[in-house]
């Protein structure tokens, strides 16, 4: 954020935001740098720098009335010292003592002080104060360790620190401690605050019991009470919350306004003709995220819609239905899948529903020659595909589109709002683009979809077609994984399938795929009919092995995670991964939904010795349901907010102050807030916002590509 230049009246040099941090009284060239080394560059960063916590600083008092836990000041004489090797770590203790007790300082590698503290000498300490029990005592005596220390003269004069006081304890470097920033802060608080303007106007925050912008950074770094520092909390989470609202509020008022895509038809024949080529009853879930499509898609205002279903909801049909709308129309759709397998495999089952119609399918992968690419292209460019089905990188390829109507992104986890930016160059001219719907397994917690991608309409599928069986899933420790070979060898006996799922994330780790294999034709699996599929294979040989295994003649796969989204494969009824500690939740759970995917009872078995509290309560989260919605909120508890929401996910910068975790009131609030502004003022272009808006751009403005600030 930057402020505004305001000058002081005053004749000393005048402090403004912008001022550089040597300027700052006590600061100067030499400190200045190492300020700069933490971020803080001027007088406006020095604001921002805010605390990350506060600390109880007690008034100075007599021993007897030390509080423990807090920081404390005492003074008094030492009595004694002496040197603790315990182990290798030497420490230094000095007995302190007033006329009411005793306290003990420790200083760890404390040897220097051998010659700087001796008994007699009067000093001023400072520190965290701990109860300790001294040995072969019972009572428990006082410690501070690692005090500050300063002797005192002979002559006593006033408390070093004469009240009880909240201490800001800001983030620091070995070169610049909080302290040092904490009187820097002092040295410009009050004039710099007196030139903060709020972008808010006062009816706003009071509404909302929030303080003034100001009043919040002084309540961060001077807070009188904790609940200063409640508050002052509050109105800057709220405030970053309501920014990014605003932003995606805004972002999406102006697509409205100015991009198109093209309305479809609907009509009931339309209708009648796609139902007929879809083998069975729609799930009451598919039927109303249909409707949502429908409405979606005969508008002319580009639909940007998030598909979540679990994995086997059946959304692939839902997107045949959307791009044979598109078709209806004379149009084409695009359908772009994370691997190359799945894009295969679309292919071979949307042909399949598809046979004997004149819907021309394209497949656009990596593997094709260079001289299938240019006609594949060229079909496309020309209008003679349909529908195109491919990976993601599809979109960055340099493919042209006779007329894109939909685009269906298929599992794709992580999106941004940049890669709708491309699908919109893959339109004819900049004011159109394709209505877009993204299809998901791994639902966006709630918290999430209220956030990044507040942009997002939803719709969901939250049931399984049926007849579906449970999966049955047991973790177990690598020594009893003979219970589960022997577990699937019994499925395979019956004629039924499986997989054997082990971790290789790069070239030695195939090895693990062969070794495995090797290991279990000799053993567990022996006359068992088995191949493996790894990434590294060939399209050929890939293809004609996952044809093999669907036809039944292979009796289980030994795999890496190429398997993980979308094969399906109803006669595979068990699954094994190996080292499951090592897998994501998210992705086990796409793996586990390889299996239970027709008729009969299924089971997965994850092998693993989890040597995390995190990786354990995966583990656990997943034998304990396979609800992908209930697991999707559970991973974003047990990773946290900061991973999904890092710039890995959303390509947005991460808050300074709100945590989606506890600030979801906050959130709720920000979001109606900015939905409710933007519906009265869609351009933010009255003068009363316009402080607001120059905010908002810089803080979002590239990310969610806001375009050029007014
Ligand atoms: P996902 O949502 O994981 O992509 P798919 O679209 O692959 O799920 O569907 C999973 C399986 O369920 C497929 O074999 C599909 O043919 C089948 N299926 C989808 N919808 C229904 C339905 N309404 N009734 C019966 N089977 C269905
Ligand atoms: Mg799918």
């Not at 590698?109 to 040995?135: E, S, T, W």
Request: charged content about 25%; aromatic content about 4%; proline content about 6%.
């Amino acid at each position: 954020m930057t402020y505004r230049l305001v000058a002081m009246p005053s004749t000393k040099p005048a402090i403004t935001l912008l001022s550089p941090i040597e300027d700052v009284p006590g600061v100067g060239p030499r400190r200045g740098e190492a300020f700069r080394r933490l971020g803080i560059p001027s007088v406006a960063h020095l604001l921002f720098h805010l605390p990350h916590r506060h600390e109880r600083e007690e008034a100075e008092a007599p021993i007897k009335d030390l509080i423990a836990g807090a920081v404390v000041t005492a003074r008094g004489e030492v009595t004694a010292t002496d040197m603790i090797s315990r182990g290798r770590k030497p420490r230094f203790r000095a007995v302190l003592a007033d006329h009411t007790g005793r306290l003990d300082l420790i200083w760890f590698h404390g040897g220097y002080l051998r010659d700087k503290i001796h008994p007699g000498m009067r000093l001023l300490v400072q520190g965290n104060a701990k109860r300790h029990p001294r040995a072969g005592r019972n009572d428990n005596a006082l410690q501070l360790i690692n005090p500050k220390w300063e002797r005192l003269p002979e002559t006593d004069d006033p408390p070093a620190i004469a009240e009880t006081r909240l201490r800001p304890v800001y983030p620091a470097s070995e070169e610049l401690s909080s302290v040092a920033i904490e009187s820097a802060v002092d040295a410009i608080l009050e004039p710099a605050l007196s030139l903060i303007e709020d972008h808010l106007p006062p009816h706003f925050h009071k509404e909302r019991e929030l303080p003034e912008l100001a009043d919040a950074y002084r309540m961060m770094h001077k807070p009188q009470s904790t609940d200063d520092v409640v508050r002052a909390r509050r109105r800057l989470a709220y405030d970053e919350l309501l920014m990014l609202q605003l932003g995606v509020h805004l972002r999406r008022a102006q697509l409205r306004a100015t991009m198109h895509a093209p309305a479809l038809d609907w009509s009931e024949q339309i209708e009648e003709r796609i139902l007929a080529r879809i083998p069975f009853t729609l799930t009451k879930g598919q039927r109303n995220v249909i409707d949502d499509l429908i409405a979606d898609l005969t508008k002319p205002t580009p639909a940007n819609r998030l598909i979540q279903g679990d994995v086997g909801s059946g959304k692939t049909v839902v997107a045949l239905y959307a791009m044979l709308l598109a078709v209806a129309s004379g149009k084409q759709a695009a359908l772009l899948a994370p691997t190359e397998l799945l894009a295969e495999q679309h292919t071979e089952s949307i042909s399949g529903l598809l046979a004997g119609s004149k819907v021309r399918i394209e497949l656009l992968t990596g593997s094709l020659t260079p001289s299938e690419r240019s006609a594949a292209l060229a079909r496309i460019a020309l209008g003679d595909a349909d529908i195109v089905i491919g990976t993601h990188a599809v979109l960055t390829e340099g493919v042209r589109f006779a007329d894109l109507a939909v685009a269906v992104i298929d599992e794709q986890h992580r999106f941004g709002v940049r890669q709708r930016a491309v699908l919109r160059e893959k339109a004819g001219d900049e004011h159109s683009m394709p209505h877009t719907l993204v299809m998901t397994a791994t639902p966006i917690p709630r918290t999430l979809s209220l956030t990044i991608f507040g942009d997002l309409d939803v719709s969901t599928i939250p049931d399984l077609p049926p007849g579906r069986q449970p999966i049955k899933t047991v973790v177990l420790p690598e020594r009893d994984s003979a219970v589960a070979y022997e577990a699937l060898r019994a499925r395979l006996e019956k004629g039924e399938q499986g997989y054997v799922v082990v971790p290789a994330v790069d070239a030695e780790e195939l090895r693990n795929v062969r070794t495995t294999m090797e290991r279990l034709e000799k053993g567990a699996l022996a006359g068992k009919r088995l191949a493996a599929v790894h990434g590294r294979l060939k399209r050929q040989t890939r293809d004609s092995i996952m044809a093999r295994f669907r036809a039944g003649q292979i009796d289980a796969l030994i795999a890496t995670t190429v398997i993980e989204v979308g094969v399906d494969v109803p006669n595979a009824t068990t699954m094994i991964v190996e080292h499951a500690e090592r897998f994501g939740l998210a992705q086990l759970h796409q793996l586990r939904g390889r299996v239970g995917r027709g008729g009969v009872e299924s089971a997965c078995f994850l092998i693993g010795e989890p040597t995390t509290p995190d990786a354990e309560a995966r583990l656990s989260a997943l034998a304990s349901t396979t609800d992908g919605f209930a697991l999707a909120e559970r991973d974003f508890e047990i990773r946290g907010p900061g991973e999904l929401f890092g710039s890995r996910q959303s390509g947005l910068p991460p808050f300074r102050v709100a945590d989606l975790t506890r600030d979801l009131d906050l959130l709720g609030m920000a979001r109606r807030d900015a939905a409710q502004w933007i519906d009265r003022s869609p351009g933010l272009e009255a003068p009363t916002e316009k402080l607001l808006k120059r905010r908002l751009f810089k803080a979002y403005g590239v990310e969610l590509g806001l375009g050029d600030v007014a």
